[in-house]
């Protein structure tokens, strides 16, 4: 018999792979962080004698999820109800001038167990001290893509180019793959065409990619053409980033043309849907469904607890959804089976993983989760014959129904536990540093000048 590392099953297996194979009572052996098969629980627990065993009854067992956009960010639930420029300037500007070493990895950490919790197993990350997200993405088990984010004003204090260049160095493509850095211009209206062209420029030669927002406001649209004659996605093309691997988030305000462009080039560029940022800060709705008949590269992504206010797919699979019904006066389109596809293999070909992650397929790296079905919200279940599960799980499921999160082959957590995090440990670490941070912010005073109207 041969010997693997984990045998995980549970009552369901969706492998979301090409030929949408579904198994009744199906199972993953993995061995060496790798997907050696996928098939049924009686026969590979026949097959393989694993060193550790997993069954959950009543259970989906599925690709992790991936998170195509969001930020570790440690200030969750402040100020709120702003618009979002007074906020940007007033509330998140002076936060992220003062963040230190300390207070991101905090940040991470808590940023990491959620992810964890929710199912997620890969995310890309734009924002502050990229070193310290990877010191506590070494530890917490997940893959990231790290994209430390730029600004001119901020170029010569703050996140730089230059030290992007230093931190590809020393962790693009370390722990076993886990790990990637990019590049993150903040976005077209505050960072220079220049700049731009700089960080194609050195991503194409040094194996990296782009991570930036793009189109997330018509302001933004409106100044960029009055600075430079030309719209966003323009500039980008312009700029050599749309040449080399890059993930444009929001993207709202696209011309036809524009979803053309970037539909010719789906190669290297993706697109990523961030409904329910989008929805909060009342940016406006992507035309997601002709993003996806024109063929882009599309993905799906969070945008941090900060815009959102969580970090749960479940949810943004099914508002992203619900919004285009309701947007476009068609309850049929972006069905739930398209919105979990987008949330596994959209999000893996956005942020370039497709071959690695995104399925359950022999070879690929063994990223899987296990979602409970045994709670109230989720029954009854009918498993075939018909099947109700991808309805269930888009429409029913929340992060918290994940019991188990595994990432490249390591059990993250189990039952609920996390195995790699000491949570209460992490909480009062969070806490200390969030009062601190906080307090060098702002101090001695309230941030916004003025207050939003009480209800
Ligand atoms: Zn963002």
């Not at 492998?15 to 050696?36: F, P, S």
């Not at 011309?255 to 800060?281: F, G, H, M, Q, W």
């Not at 019991?403 to 993250?412: A, D, E, W, Y």
């Amino acid at each position: 018999m041969e010997t693997c590392d984990l045998l995980l099953g549970g009552s369901y297996l969706l492998a979301m792979d090409d030929g949408d194979t579904r198994i009744r009572n199906g199972a993953v052996a993995v061995r060496g962080g790798r997907i050696l098969e996928a098939g049924s629980f009686e026969r590979l627990k026949k097959a393989y004698a694993p060193a550790e065993t997993i069954w959950h009854e009543d259970s989906v067992i599925m690709p992790g999820l991936v998170d195509a956009h969001t930020h570790e960010t440690l200030t969750r639930g402040l100020h709120e109800d702003l618009p979002l420029m007074r906020w940007l300037e007033e509330v998140c500007y002076p936060i992220e001038g003062q963040y230190c070493p300390e207070d991101l990895y905090a940040a991470a950490l808590m940023t990491q167990a959620e992810l964890i919790r929710g199912g997620v197993t890969t995310f890309i990350d734009i924002f502050r001290f990229a070193g310290e997200a990877i010191r506590a993405v070494r530890q917490t088990g997940l893959r990231g893509i790290f994209t430390p984010q730029f600004f001119d004003a901020t170029e010569d204090t703050l996140e730089s180019i230059d030290r992007t260049v230093e931190l590809i160095k020393t962790y693009h493509g370390t722990e076993d793959g886990r790990v990637s850095v990019w590049f993150g211009p903040h976005a077209p209206y505050s960072v220079s065409p220049e700049r731009y062209r700089r960080a194609a420029e050195l991503a194409g030669k040094l194996g990296a990619g782009i991570h930036t927002h793009l189109c997330e406001t018509e302001d933004e649209v409106r100044t960029v053409r009055q600075r430079y004659g030309m719209d966003p996605v323009a500039m980008m093309q312009e700029a050599g980033v749309l040449d080399v691997p890059c993930v444009l988030a929001h993207c709202i305000y696209l011309t036809d043309s524009n979803i053309r462009l970037l539909a010719e080039k789906r190669d290297t560029a993706a697109l990523v849907y961030n409904p329910i940022s989008n929805l909060k800060l009342a940016d406006g709705i992507a035309r997601v469904p002709e993003w996806l008949k024109a063929g882009c590269t599309v993905g799906l992504g969070t945008d941090s607890n900060l815009s959102n206010n969580g970090l749960d797919m479940f949810n943004e699979m099914r508002i992203g959804g619900y919004m285009q019904k309701t947007f476009n006066h068609d309850a049929t389109i972006m069905p739930c089976g398209q919105m979990l596809r987008l949330a596994t293999r959209g999000s893996a070909a956005a942020l370039k993983m497709e071959d690695k992650i995104g399925s359950l397929e022999a070879g690929k790296c063994a990223d899987v989760i296990a979602v409970s079905l045994k709670k109230p919200h989720l029954w009854p279940i009918y498993y075939e014959n018909p099947s109700n599960i991808v309805e269930q799980l888009v429409y029913s499921a929340r992060a918290s129904d994940v019991i188990t999160t595994v990432c490249n082959g390591r059990v993250l957590m189990d039952n609920g536990v996390l195995r790699t995090i000491d949570e209460e440990e992490v909480f009062a670490f969070v806490q200390e540093r969030a009062a601190s941070l906080y307090a060098r912010s702002f101090p001695g005073r309230f941030p916004c000048t003025e207050k939003p109207p009480a209800d």
